[in-house]
């Protein structure tokens, strides 16, 4: 079977149908004992997904995710047993409880990376243990909690009506069928992308519009959120909740269901759950070693099979939705663009520059890179910024773009003052950069890098996004549309579905100048587009910068390759050791003194 | 006893107990230099030490015999963990990979110590000195055992401090921190600096957990962990990387621990800790004496 009529057969709506309805009949077939293991399934599925989502997608290591847990189970079982609320309410009330201590935690959380975060969530596991343990008059201390309604003591109704294991096994399986739901949902939105853009690299996040505080505030929120629904099924099932239940190991459980499952896809975490619900408790053999085994699969995982399960079977989760049998009419390529662009393009004959910087100055502790400058960019123009390597090129696209703060000095845009505003600020208000080398997220493909240029232009809602209104899903097309026209333009149409990471350098410049193109910038910044770039590569990129400034954007580009910037500049600004030395045409750069001896050192070394 | 001789018995208890915790961020640094890998395994290292120690002491051993036994198989570990979860992951770019891989030796360690000596809490033995026994100092009454605990991890570090400073060992181990590749320029073998960095920090493990043990007075195979993340908030207190900061940042957070303990609840005293190195995270990830590491590296 090939891997397409798979997917075919895997996403369609019968199919889903057929193994919906085979596991609504597993009470009938299978023995309590293992009714109770699908449960834990079921709820193992919500963990794994929950860590999947903040370590897979966000790439937030979390080695306290028993916390929610814990917080999830303590909450809804104080709630059932002091006020005696229905599972309905404790689950909704257990997922707000979850979703804003989630939130909370993302403030301190969001300002660390790598292994302080790792850190961090550990101690955080650790707090939440110790209240669990000491806070005794709430919690029930070391003794625990019992008496919460269970199905398995036959304690547990449900609007009014006794429930037994098999129902509740139905409530769980609507649960987490309805989560998953959502989760693909989201994943598969922009907001999921964004997610992925964050987990690659901040910076480029924030460089196309992607706030990566907003990112992993959402994280941790709906991260939080799932595994606090997860701690509240489980309440119920044992009908007791000890501190012992979540601690480190169990963080740890659940970090090994998501990786060897699969972080980053949606099929990955749910095998991962099986296997770790399942194996154990069938291999008696298993269950005496499995604390070894786990530790013993963390360590191997990453170096046999650092996709997981998911990887291993070749099974990918796409980032966008696609709904191929509607409409499909490619519009004319000049529509790619928004009519508001067109309209500001009437406004290019005004003698206003579109950005202004004054006076700037930058210093890295003590050295001056930037010395005073001063340059104005009008609308429909391509600035070439020139000068020798270490001149301060890459230092004032880093400054507009928001990405170092500027020592002195100011950058408006439209009569704003962006001085020093936050990255993703700037390019939300239109500024676009590209990097030095390329800054795809290397594990998405070609399309879903270009779906990420669109984020800022997105504009439906989490909730719209989450449960697929229609509304959402149109917009979703709409952008395709969009991709799939600058795709034509760029010549990237037959990658359309290749994981950028796999592609040639050139095609990943491309990729990323036609990502930029997407944003529909007010101003293109390129720092050496053509740098690495073949013959062909380049008369494309020379393709791609024409069609932006047909559009009446503006550009300022960076190169080297002289032939390249002169054939498409209509002014040069030269800087060297961070002072401007020219600034005009090019034919009068190449007279000048000052750069002839930037570039060839002092006149007349002979 | 007067209110001032409780606070400072709380004091001299917390600089004991805030020595050895120094000498786990130590042995956090030491890695953190050559290849910017803290061990997440650190802290099962510690509690694997003590207890092999402890079971050749119960086997008759002398301890002379034991604790550099002990030593010897924990570096043996230490070079085993550099090798084959370390080295292979360094090449991605993300620390997930290593974090995951250390802490899964360390999880290893701690199951594979259960299975071993069992889950229930083990005496440990006082060392040298007995657990009554009193030295009086200005009027307030200090047990030995603390105090030789304090000097030994002072004495430790200052060789440390040392070796690191004055030796052509410690100037290779700098030069590989600044830049391993011009390191390997120079002539010195980075690869070998970073195995021995992993041993050196797998040994003061060791240390800290024959000089933990007899203080604690039990262990078990959890101890590890919960210690290592004491000494995550040592080392952050003070600053990853920086010599100093381990030192005061270990102090400082024992003589609080015992502070919170005595003043407030014995049960608090790790959820102060765990709450500090949350707050300290967030508000100054480099901790107090970071900023000048930074340069200094």
Request: with cysteine; proline share 3%; aromatic share 12%.
């Amino acid at each position: 079977m090939t891997k397409s009529t798979f997917h075919k057969i895997t996403d369609s709506h019968f199919t889903k149908l057929v193994l919906f309805l085979l596991f609504a009949f597993i009470p009938f077939v299978f023995a309590v004992n293992d009714v109770q293991l699908f449960i834990f399934w079921g709820i193992n599925i919500l963990l794994a997904q929950s860590i999947n989502l903040l370590s897979g997608f966000a790439g937030q290591i979390s080695l306290g995710h028993a916390a929610f847990y814990a917080i999830g189970a303590y909450t809804s079982g104080i709630l059932m047993t002091n006020f005696g609320l229905s599972l309905v309410v404790t689950i909704l009330v257990t997922a707000l409880v979850n979703g804003l201590v989630g939130y909370l935690l993302s403030f301190p959380a969001g300002r660390v990376k790598e292994f302080y975060l790792a850190m961090m969530t550990l101690g955080f596991g650790f707090i939440i243990q110790e209240v669990a343990k000491e806070w005794s008059s709430v919690t029930g201390g070391v003794m625990g909690l019992s008496g919460i309604p269970s199905p398995q003591l036959g304690t547990f109704t449900f609007l009014g009506i006794p429930m037994g294991l098999a129902y509740y096994y139905w409530v769980v399986l609507i649960i987490v069928v309805f989560f998953l739901w959502m989760f693909k949902n989201f994943v598969q939105s922009y907001f999921g992308r964004s997610f992925l853009a964050v987990h690659r690299s901040e910076l480029s996040a924030a460089s196309i519009g992607i706030s990566p505080q907003y990112v992993k505030q959402l994280a941790y929120t709906v991260s939080a959120l799932m595994a606090g629904v997860a701690g509240a099924l489980y309440a119920h099932l044992m009908g007791y909740i000890g501190s012992n239940s979540f601690g480190m190991m169990q963080s740890i459980e659940i970090l090994v269901m998501g990786i060897l499952g699969g972080f980053g896809t949606i099929i990955g975490p749910i095998l991962g759950a099986g296997f770790l619900t399942f194996i154990p408790n069938k291999l008696q053999f298993i269950q005496e070693y499995q604390l070894m085994i786990y530790a013993f699969l963390l360590v191997v995982s990453f170096l046999i099979i650092p996709q997981g399960f998911a990887g291993v079977l070749n099974l990918r989760t796409s980032l966008y939705k696609n709904l191929k049998h509607k409409e499909k009419s490619p519009l004319p390529v000049h529509n790619v663009l928004a009519k508001r662009e067109i309209i500001d393009s009437e406004a290019n004959r005004s003698n206003q520059p579109i950005l202004t910087t004054t006076n700037v100055i930058k210093d890295f502790s003590g050295l001056r890179a930037l010395n005073g400058i001063s340059i104005k960019l009008y609308r429909g123009e391509i600035l070439g910024l020139i000068g020798p390597n270490g001149s301060g090129k890459s230092t004032l696209v880093n400054l507009i773009s928001g990405i170092y703060p500027i020592t002195s000095g100011k950058i408006s845009f439209e009569d704003h003052d962006i001085t020093n505003k936050q990255s993703h600020y700037i390019a939300n208000r239109g500024i676009i950069r590209t990097f030095q080398d390329p800054h795809n997220v290397a594990n998405m493909t070609v399309r879903e890098n270009l779906l990420l240029g669109n984020h800022r232009l997105y504009q439906s809602g989490i909730l719209s996004c989450t449960i697929n209104f229609k509304r959402s899903l149109v917009e979703e097309q709409e952008m395709l549309v969009k991709v799939e026209q600058i795709m034509d333009l760029s010549e990237l149409a037959h990658y359309a579905d290749d994981q950028v990471g796999n592609l040639p350098y050139g095609i990943q410049r491309i990729v990323e100048v036609a990502r930029a193109i997407l944003a529909e910038p007010k101003i293109l910044l390129l720092d050496e587009p053509a740098a690495g770039l073949s013959e062909t590569e380049l008369k494309l990129l020379i393709q791609l910068i024409r069609y932006v400034k047909s559009r009446g954007i503006p550009i300022v580009l960076i190169d080297h390759h002289m032939e390249f910037v002169a054939s498409l500049v209509d002014r040069v600004f030269v800087l060297d050791s961070g002072e401007e030395i020219y600034s005009g045409d090019m034919k009068g750069m190449k007279q000048n003194k000052q750069v002839i001896e930037a570039y060839l050192g002092v006149a007349k070394h002979a | 006893m007067s209110s001032l001789e409780f606070a400072l018995e709380l004091i001299f208890t917390g600089l004991c107990v805030g020595a050895v915790y120094s000498l786990i961020a130590h042995g956090f640094n030491i890695t953190f230099w050559t290849t910017k890998v803290v061990n997440f395994g650190h802290g099962p290292f510690i509690m694997f030490c003590s207890m092999l120690v402890l079971s050749f002491l119960l086997n008759g051993l002398p301890w002379i015999v034991s604790i550099p036994l002990g030593f010897f198989i924990i570096i043996l570990l230490g070079f085993i963990l550099e090798r084959f979860s370390i080295r292979p992951l360094l090449k991605y770019p993300t620390s997930m990979g290593w974090i995951v891989s250390t802490l899964g030796v360390g999880l290893f360690l701690q199951a594979l110590a259960s299975k071993i000596w069992g889950a229930q809490a083990l005496a440990f033995p006082p060392f040298i000195f007995k657990a009554t026994d009193y030295v009086s100092i200005f009027g307030i009454q200090l047990s030995a055992q603390y105090l030789l605990v304090l000097v030994m991890a002072l004495v430790i570090m200052l060789i440390m401090e040392v070796i690191i400073n004055k030796t052509i060992w410690g100037k290779a181990m700098k030069a590989v921190a600044h830049d391993p590749n011009f390191a390997r320029v120079m002539g010195i073998k980075s690869k070998m600096v970073m195995t021995l960095s992993f041993m050196i920090s797998a040994l003061l493990a060791g240390v800290a957990g024959i000089l933990i043990a007899p203080i604690y007075g039990t262990i078990t195979p959890e101890f590890g962990m919960n210690i290592m993340v004491l000494g995550f908030v040592a080392s952050v207190l003070g600053g990853i990387g920086s010599s100093k900061g381990a030192l005061f940042g270990g102090l400082m957070l024992g003589v609080i621990e015992k502070l919170v303990g005595g003043y407030i609840s014995t049960s608090a005293e790790h959820g102060v800790a765990f709450l500090i190195l949350i707050i300290i995270l967030a508000l100054k990830p480099d901790g107090i004496f970071g900023v000048k590491v930074v340069q200094k590296v």
